[in-house]
Structures are given as C-alpha cells and as structure tokens.
C-alpha cells in the first residue's frame, strides 16, 4: 500500500482545505461585522441558514457541479469541496469580532489604512485564538473525513490516509497488520495535535463567549 503517499495527499488537502476556509470565513466576518448593511444582514442570515443543511443532502448537486468543472477525482477538487465548511468558520470568527471595539476599526481609518489593510494589519492579529480554535476543528474534521473522499476520488494514487485504511478491510478477508497500521498513521497525528494545542482551542472559545 502507498501509505506514505496517501499521508501526503491528506497532509496536502488539509492544509490547503483549512487556509482556505480560514482566509474565506475570516474575510466574510470582517465584512458583516464592519459594514452592517440591510443587504449584508440577510446575506448574513442566508449563510447561517446553510449550516442547518445537512452535507449529505447537497452530494448529488455538488457531485453534478464538479463534474462540470472538471474538479472529480483531483486532490485541488476535494479542497474546493472541503472549503465550504468557511461557513462554519465565518459563524464563529464574526462572534469573536463583535466583541472586539470598533474604534479600532476607525483609528485604522484615520490613520490611512484602507479596507484590505484593516483587516490584515488590525482585525487578523486580534482574532489570532479564535483563528487557532477554528483551526483545529476544522483541520479535525478534514483530516478524519471519510464521506466527501470516497466520493470524489476514484483513482488509488489520489487516496487519503482513512481511504486507506477503508480499502484494507475487504469483503471477505481483511488485511489486519496494514489495517492496524493504517489506523495509527490516521489517529496518532490528530491525536497529537489535538493534544498540543487543546490549551489554545479553550482560551479562544471563552475569548469570544462574552461581549464587554
């Protein structure tokens, strides 16, 4: 089995997959949190509302939409797939902007700095622990997909490590010594990780729970 292989192409998709929805969701918080429009507000509604459908019930649609993008079957398609979950981001990262003061906002105005500028140089270093909380969900949850892979990769060379350990199990035999290894390569590094930076995930939470 390409195990080493298959650990770079999760190694890749996730990474790519999480800065993704970090750079989308963030830059969508920033916008509805300073420019508080009517059209913002109900574009705003209309996002949050997409949280409540399930990921299983757009898989058909979203399937039709790649295959017409030519993305099926490619690791770069499956981290267009996986960047949807910026939703999620954007939900939690616009909580903690509404707790932080908006004369930070009109000081960096005042002081020439235009949009881009505020929210790369002023919003971006405040919202570094919610960054970092969203970050680890998100990198968790990428990292142990096994539903959004197995449908839009089809060729062995483009398999993540959890299809890897999918394809050990066969129907009627299973390969126990590659399966058990394949499972520790999958668990051991999230585990890890999630161990690491479990400190940053709570300080981010309670940093935006309360306003004031």
């Known amino acids: 089995m390409p195990v080493w292989h298959s650990f770079a192409n999760t190694l890749y998709v996730t990474a790519l997959a999480v800065v993704a929805m970090l750079l989308i969701?963030?830059?969508?918080?920033?916008t509805f949190t300073v420019r508080k429009t009517r059209f913002n507000k109900r574009l705003n509604t209309v996002i949050l509302l997409a949280l409540a459908v399930p990921f299983q019930s757009t898989l058909v649609p979203l399937y039709e939409m790649m295959v017409k993008l030519h993305l099926v079957?490619?690791?770069?398609?499956?981290?267009v797939v996986y960047s949807g979950g910026a939703v999620f981001c954007c939900f939690l990262i616009q909580g903690?902007?509404?707790?932080?003061?908006?004369?930070?906002?009109?000081?960096?105005r005042i002081?020439?700095?235009?949009?881009?500028?505020?929210?790369w140089r002023v919003m971006m270093p405040l919202c570094r622990p919610v960054l970092v909380t969203v970050?680890?969900?998100?990198?968790?949850?990428?990292w142990n997909d096994f539903l959004a892979a197995n449908t839009f990769l089809s060729s062995p060379q483009k398999d993540t490590i959890v299809l890897e350990v999918f394809n050990s199990v066969g129907q009627y035999s299973t390969d126990w010594p590659a399966f058990m290894t394949l499972t520790a390569l999958?668990?051991?590094?999230?585990?890890?990780?999630f161990i690491?930076?479990?400190?940053?995930?709570?300080?981010?939470?309670?940093?935006g729970a309360v306003k004031g």
Not at 111 to 117: I, N, R
Not at 135 to 142: C, I, K, L, P, R
């Open 25 to 30: 969701g963030s830059m969508a918080a920033y």
């Open 73 to 79: 079957d490619s690791l770069s398609g499956l981290v």
């Open 96 to 108: 903690y902007m509404s707790t932080l003061p908006f004369e930070l906002v009109e000081a960096s």
């Open 111 to 119: 002081d020439g700095c235009g949009p881009l500028q505020t929210y």
């Open 135 to 142: 970050g680890v969900f998100q990198t968790m949850w990428v």
């Open 186 to 193: 999958s668990l051991v590094p999230v585990t890890v990780f």
């Open 196 to 207: 690491f930076m479990q400190r940053h995930i709570v300080s981010g939470l309670i940093a």
